[in-house]
């Protein structure tokens, strides 16, 4: 049986691809999703005529290593060009057009209008793919248009940074507006420049794929290099300050500037396509299937400027990233071609380095998982990138969030140096498999000194995890500990050594060694809960454990006195919710 169906499978391929010799293929916009799909459909279809329309210069650029060129991490301009519309023609003979924009399309009679030099002319099409991609964002704030206010979005961008610097020699002072992907890596490359650099952020926190707690090592290593941060200030506008300066003002503060970076985030592309009479998804991007169709049958849509499904939460959304965009991009070439692909969704798998730090995380944080109405359990860790022995070993933060009933993954974040997105990654990979928290206590992973340990931190992960959910640990949450409405009941035990529980520890807590904790056992209450805490968690284990087993009410807080320094700046209610399961009212 299985045999006559791949027979019939083959036959069915062969036919289409003799069907689709001869098709006219379209693609709106290059870059990591469009030029994707260009080269994939050639390698599945050699008799298709491929057109590629690119608005920019540029057909193919690595957008993600921009920052790197203004810090001159990357010298040349060229190195960011990965593919020249010349590679395209000679290697796939696929045409590439551009500076060429596409404004219209004729969805009855497939075409499209473009406009090249001034001038217009209609081109047919069997197949159209959109690739628009996005544009920052830019408010209408008052001076948002002043000489000296950038945003970085493509090569052209980069350059007029370059040569703002240039000619404004004395230029020293800088502020990024935004605290994201972005803005994060701009900041560091300007700061390696040896440039004054404030960060300002309308959220709460900087980079939102974190949870707050995860977040706060990243803001105190920023600042710790000198680098201004401001929080919660959002920009209400630009003025012309003395001398060429730039002010920028928020409802707290004015900061000067010799020039300012937009990174405040993307809007999709979306326009050519509601113009058309596309659907459009809730969040104004393209609405595709999981085929990458959209609402007309011989038009594909794929990368940043589409609503696609996040595959924990089962909501639609946009994801503005590379590795999503070129799955995409194979996914409607395999389609046009003639196959039945289907991309399955995205986990929002993202990397971003940062001041020395490597800040990770897939799958839904906290506040996503909440805004969904999903029920989620929470453990934290803070292990060493490898065994402390071999020189250098540093401190990961790690974040697990999981299904309390049967342990499926539903996100993890990190947030360390070396090491912390191959963690990261690991959970991902596992995630993709409808893994659950067992499955990582079980993962067989490689290890070497130098490279992590035989109980390697995604292992760790999984076994407190497991261990919550086989009743081996119970958690206290941290807002029962030390929120504004705690649990007064609790009683608070620190099992670490006197030394340091005299460097800080939590206001009303109790210090008992865990090395005497067996010969004091006796001044502990029975019927009220304890709750055990360390450094990072393991010394508290262990005294639970040994507490449970002698009848006491005993329970963890994850984390330790690492995950407390970044949790008790905070006193509102809505930051509970925002890094973990909501509390009880």
Known sequence: GNVIQEEVFSLFFLMHRLMSAGKRIAVVGGVAGGASAAARLRRLCEGCTINIYEKGKHVSFANCGLPYRVGNVIQEDQKLLLVSPETFKNRFNINVH?????????????????????????????????????????????GIDLPGIFTVKNVPDVQL?????????????????????????????????GMQVTILEAAPQLMAMLDEELAYPVLRKIQSQGVEVFLGEGVTGFSAGEGGTISVATAQRTVDADFVILAIGVKPRSDLARAAGLELGARGGIKV???????????????????????????????????????????????????????RGVQATAVCGAFGLTLAATGANSRTLNQAGINFATVRTHP???????????????KLLFDPENGKIFGCQGVGEDGTEKRVDVVSAYMHMNATVYDLEDAELCYAPQYGAAKDPVNMLGQVAANVLRGDT???????????????????????????????????????????????????????TIACICHVGQRAYNGMRALRNLGFKAKLLSGGMVTYQSLSHKQDLDFWSRIGPPPKK
Not at 162 to 177: I, P
Not at 303 to 318: F, R
Request: proline residues 8%; hydrophobic residues 35%; negative net charge.
């Open 98 to 142: 551009t500076e060429t924009e596409v404004v219209s399309i004729d969805t009855a009679k497939k075409s499209i209008v473009l406009r090249h030099q001034g001038q217009e002319r209609e081109e047919p099409f069997d197949k159209l793919i959109l690739a628009p991609g996005t544009h920052p964002i830019k408010p209408p704030l008052p």
């Open 161 to 193: 940074i370059r040569e703002w610097q240039q000619t404004h020699k004395k230029t020293n002072r800088v502020a990024v507006v935004g605290g994201g992907f972005i803005g994060l890596e701009m900041a560091e490359n300007l700061h390696r420049l």
């Open 289 to 343: 299937d999981d085929h990458m169709q959209t609402s007309h049958p011989d038009i594909f849509a794929v990368g940043d400027a589409i609503e696609t499904k996040n595959v924990v939460t089962q909501s639609y959304g946009l994801l503005p990233l590379a590795g999503p965009a070129n799955r995409q991009g194979r996914v409607a070439a395999e389609n046009i071609a003639g196959r039945n692909t289907t991309f």
């Open 384 to 398: 060493g990138n490898h065994v402390s022995y071999y020189p250098g070993a540093k401190p990961m933060h790690l």
């Open 474 to 528: 119970e958690l206290v949450h941290w807002h029962d500990a030390i929120g504004p409405n705690r649990d007064k009941s609790i009683l608070l035990l620190d099992v670490r050594a006197p030394h340091e529980y005299e460097g800080g520890h939590i206001p009303d807590s109790v210090n008992i060694p865990l090395e005497q904790l067996r010969q004091r056992m006796d001044e502990l209450p029975k019927d009220r």
